[in-house]
T-cell receptor
Framework: AQKVTQAQTEISVVEKEDVTLDCVYE???????LFWYKQPPSGELVFLIR??????QNEISGRYSWNFQKSTSSFNFTITASQVVDSAVYFC?????????????FGKGTLLTVNP | DAGITQSPRHKVTETGTPVTLRCHQT?????MYWYRQDPGHGLRLIHY???????DKGEVSDGYSVSRSKTEDFLLTLESATSSQTSVYFC??????????FGPGTRLLVL
């Protein structure tokens, strides 16, 4: 069975603060993919990043960075110098590469509110 | 932009009526998916397709059927809509078995 836990239901910060969104996953597979999606108030789901289980290198893209640690089964997402436009629900997701490899398992999401 | 459209974007219907949602893609991707999004549940897979006429069930498939007669179209049918099927429905595509890209969603209200 696979599971994704986003323990933070809601986070509220003031603009320019840094914020980290936590994601913990469970899987029995040794090869898998992890994802982050953003859902702004307009409702669409926007793909942000995919990480393979065999690549633990952290990634930075502008103000966004991702910390993948297999030892703790975590794939955390940090926004540096947050902006009001970052306000959204963020979903972490897991997909195994073998067996039922169609299935994308989502966490329940973290609502981030960035206040001016 | 993954070239995915969903229609209708909003629909209100009554309990017991059949409803069909359409997902259309322009880029010939093999894999297509239907999810529903509900508060407290995140996104859950209803059905998916791995080719024309090739479909299978996801985790919440009861009360839903799907069809894929052409590569570009994946239809989701609620045979007899119930209030518990009020939800936001998302279609997704993937190029292989990796990243899924989502359509804009359909808001369905069953009265």
């Amino acid at each position: 069975a696979q599971k994704v836990t986003q323990a933070q239901t809601e986070i509220s910060v003031v603009e320019k603060e840094d914020v980290t969104l936590d994601c913990v996953y469970e899987t029995r597979d040794t090869t898998y993919y992890l994802f982050w999606y953003k859902q702004p108030p307009s409702g669409e789901l926007v793909f942000l990043i995919r990480r393979n289980s065999f690549d633990e290198q952290n990634e930075i893209s502008g103000r966004y960075s991702w910390n993948f640690q297999k030892s703790t089964s975590s794939f955390n997402f940090t926004i540096t110098a947050s902006q009001v436009v970052d306000s959204a629900v963020y979903f972490c997701a897991l997909k195994n590469s073998g067996g039922s490899n169609y299935k994308l398992t989502f966490g329940k999401g973290t609502l981030l509110t960035v206040n001016p | 932009d993954a070239g995915i459209t969903q229609s209708p974007r909003h629909k209100v219907t009554e309990t017991g009526t059949p409803v069909t949602l359409r997902c259309h893609q322009t880029e010939n991707h093999r894999y297509m998916y239907w999810y529903r999004q509900d508060p407290g549940h995140g996104l859950r897979l209803i059905h998916y397709s791995y080719g024309v006429k090739d479909t299978d069930k996801g985790e919440v498939s009861d009360g839903y059927s799907v069809s894929r007669s052409k590569t570009e179209d994946f239809l989701l049918t609620l045979e007899s809509a119930t209030s518990s099927q009020t939800s936001v429905y998302f279609c997704a595509i993937s190029t292989g078995l990796e990243t899924q890209y989502f359509g804009p969603g359909t808001r369905l209200l069953v009265l």
